[in-house]
């Protein structure tokens, strides 16, 4: 099944906000929102930062919103700070068929 | 918080089968989730693999049906994932996750499985 598409990289500097899309089809973004992101620092496990397009798990990714229109979802990332600079990967669950995709990755520099 | 850990070898040759363990701690398997498993290979992105159910229904990306097996040990409390006839195309960091449909909620630290070409 084909990866969700999001942008190779994206930058910004410490203060600034950037925002990375992730775009799918009706079958999984577009279809219910099921639609989460994660945050991956090299050697580390993968952290939840999104889920339900715009529910954060704690008060840790307040800088972190997500947004969702049609098929594409969106992650903004507010007030960059250096440790955010990591990969960011969008998610979906595809209802009818019982399975989940990942998008590409973006990897994120803050210069 | 419940914890999530991989265990497998690191290195395995072409058309040999891969199995992987991922121990779950502070949280029985049957009670309810998924537990799924999605690697990275170097250079791009996730890619999830399959996953099962604590009632031990399973569910795999099309692509590998014919290779993958997940299933749960349910004494040890883990779950494993098996895959046969692996190339080099299988290298990749793999991950074990809890998770729901709406998200992975925990994940291990990961695997690097090299398969040489």
């Known amino acids: 099944q084909s990866a969700l598409t999001q942008p190779a990289s994206v930058s910004g500097s410490p203060g600034q906000s950037i925002t990375i899309s992730c775009t799918g089809t009706s079958s999984d973004v577009g279809a219910d929102n099921y639609v989460s992101w994660y945050q991956l620092h090299p050697g580390k496990a993968p952290k939840l930062i999104i889920y339900d397009v715009t529910t954060r798990p704690s008060a840790a990714f307040n800088r972190f919103s997500g947004s969702k229109s049609g098929n594409t979802a969106s992650l903004t990332i507010s007030g960059l700070q250096p440790e955010d600079e990591a990969e960011y990967y969008c998610s979906s669950y595809k209802v009818g068929s019982i399975t989940w995709v990942f998008g590409g990755g973006t990897k994120l520099t803050v210069l | 918080q419940v914890q999530l850990q991989e265990s497998g070898p690191g290195q395995l040759k072409p058309s040999e089968t891969l199995s992987l363990n991922c121990a779950v701690s502070?949280?029985?398997?049957?009670?309810?989730?998924?537990w799924g498993w999605i690697r990275q290979p170097p250079g791009k992105g996730l890619e999830w693999l399959g996953s099962?159910?604590?009632?031990?229904?399973?569910h795999y990306t099309p692509s590998l049906k014919s290779r993958i097996t997940i299933s749960l040990d349910t004494p040890k409390n883990q779950f494993s994932l098996t895959l046969r006839s692996v190339t080099a195309a299988d290298t990749a960091t793999y991950f074990c996750?809890?998770?729901?449909?709406?998200?992975?909620?925990?994940w291990g630290q990961g695997i690097q499985v090299i398969v040489p070409s």
């Open positions: 099962i159910y604590a009632s031990g229904s399973t």
């Open positions: 996750a809890r998770h729901t449909p709406a998200a992975m909620w925990e």
């Open positions: 502070r949280y029985s398997i049957t009670t309810g989730y998924y």
